[in-house]
């Protein structure tokens, strides 16, 4: 038994056209709501959070839906295919409707506002206060940029699950460890494209700049991804060769052989860790999406960093880790390898809180780098955990799990730490609430008993190396 990791890199294009979209959507959108429209961090967060609002309710029922979806392109190609169409064209709209309210901005001359004898702090607050009046004299920008956003949102909420189902629909279970590595590849070098066009595009440099020429860029890469996996992935084929190998190795465990089982059709012991594992995800994602989803804002405003380019080097160490780290989880277990990125995520954003705006910037790329490859080792075999619970035809309601309960998260992070950054300011508050909940969620992680996957053993050292 052996990895197609040809195979698995084809299906992982729809992977990396939806990790292009968030790595540029989390960038911009925050920027936007607090520099073109002068919402605080609170309001900011909690419009960041709209996405996993929906997504805790669409991702399972999308992903459920696939599973009952049987048509001559597979069951989760024409969700991807609908929703990546739905997606292009309405985040390049987005784009129009913020430049109404630039030219706004522009009429109202904010751009021109002298800081003259203020302090940094007085001129910032001074500046936010006259966008927001402009905002409120005329709300319908905002609300014209919120009724799209909730468009994107929805077209890319449609396909997420499905796409994500793919990768255990093709591959058998002890292989998705390795398997995923090669999905959070291809996701990260979608998003590290992105990041480049960040630092052509100076998304970074100027407050007050038109993202249409951006957006179109990253749409752009989006479809290209998407072309790639239409003209390449053979899902039903592929599906029927999964399926086939699950029996040739003895891989389906017989749902009569198990104990007292729940609703779910799981044992006592896998629905406490199912239980336990969504438990971790949602505390990491806590406090990893609470860094994300305003690091572009802490890293402009407060630090005065390039923002783009520290991701990158996050990025960087990210894909050089996740085969190696897939290949441990092989050895020593998913739960164990989880346990450990968990520290290393910690002990990033533990040293984070000790930079400073007088800081060299280039001490931040070995913090992001540490941070890259927590990530990574978290990443890598957190899903397939879940999906190595889910029983025959259950993958993508399995895959609907493990969303809602990132998602979740990712509707508290933004909100509460929004609400802490207005009342203790971004400073010493931002890295330390993320570094918290990560702690948090070694300690459910500790207590899963379940979700490793039963080693096979190879019949030579060839097949160990996955070679011929």
């Known amino acids: 038994m052996k990895l197609n990791y040809k195979r698995v890199l084809l299906v992982g294009m729809a992977f990396f056209l939806i990790s292009a979209f968030w790595q540029a959507y989390d960038a911009i959108t925050p920027l936007i709501l607090t520099n073109h429209f002068g919402l605080p961090q609170s309001v900011s967060g909690a419009v960041m959070s709209i996405d996993n609002v929906l997504a805790v309710f669409l991702l399972p029922i999308f992903g459920a839906l696939s599973d009952k979806t049987n048509t001559r392109f597979g069951r989760r190609t024409p969700f991807i295919f609908c929703g990546t169409i739905a997606a292009v064209v309405s985040f390049l709209g987005l784009t129009f409707v913020d430049n109404y309210q630039l030219a706004r901005i522009v009429t109202a001359g904010i751009p021109e506002m002298q800081q003259g004898t203020l302090s940094d702090e007085a001129f910032k607050a001074a500046v936010r206060e006259a966008t927001i009046k402009l905002t409120l004299e005329n709300p319908w920008p905002l609300i014209g940029f919120i009724a799209t956003l909730l468009v994107v949102l929805i077209s890319m909420a449609t396909f997420r699950s499905p796409a994500v189902a793919l990768m255990p629909d093709v591959t058998v279970k002890p292989l998705r460890s390795k398997a995923n590595a090669i999905i959070n590849l291809t996701g990260t070098a979608g998003g590290i494209i992105v990041l480049v066009l960040g630092m052509v595009f100076a998304t970074s440099k100027n407050l007050y700049m038109q993202y249409t020429g951006y957006v179109a860029a990253v749409c752009g890469v989006m479809l290209l991804g998407f072309v790639l996996f239409l003209l390449t992935v053979k899902e039903k084929k592929w599906a029927t060769e999964m399926e086939e190998d699950t029996v040739k190795y003895g891989l389906d465990t017989p749902e009569e052989a198990a104990p007292v089982q729940s609703k779910s059709g799981l044992t006592k012991g896998e629905f406490t860790s199912l239980l336990l594992i969504l438990a971790s995800v949602a505390l990491w994602y ?48 998913r739960r164990k390898t989880i346990l450990s990125g968990i520290l290393i995520l910690a002990t990033a954003f533990t040293i984070g809180i000790f930079i400073t705006p007088k800081t060299p910037e280039i001490i931040m790329y070995p913090v992001f780098m540490l941070a890259g490859v927590g990530w990574a080792t978290i990443n890598v075999n957190s899903f397939p955990m879940v999906v190595e619970l889910a029983k025959k035809g259950d993958t993508g309601k399995y895959t609907g799990y493990y969303y809602t309960a990132s998602m979740a998260a990712q509707i508290v992070a933004p909100i509460l730490s929004g609400v802490l950054y207005d009342a203790l300011g971004m400073r010493f508050v931002f890295f330390t609430f993320g570094a918290i909940f990560v702690l948090f969620s070694f300690v459910t992680m500790f207590f899963v008993k379940h979700g490793d996957s039963k080693p096979i053993t190879a019949k030579s050292k060839l097949e160990q190396l996955d070679v011929d």
């Open 286 to 333: 806590i406090g990893y999406n609470s860094i994300t989803s305003k690091y572009s804002v802490y890293a402009t405003n407060i630090l005065g960093f390039d923002y783009n380019f520290t991701l990158i080097v996050a990025q960087a160490a990210a894909i050089i880790s996740y085969i190696p780290v897939g290949m441990i989880a092989s050895k020593i277990g």
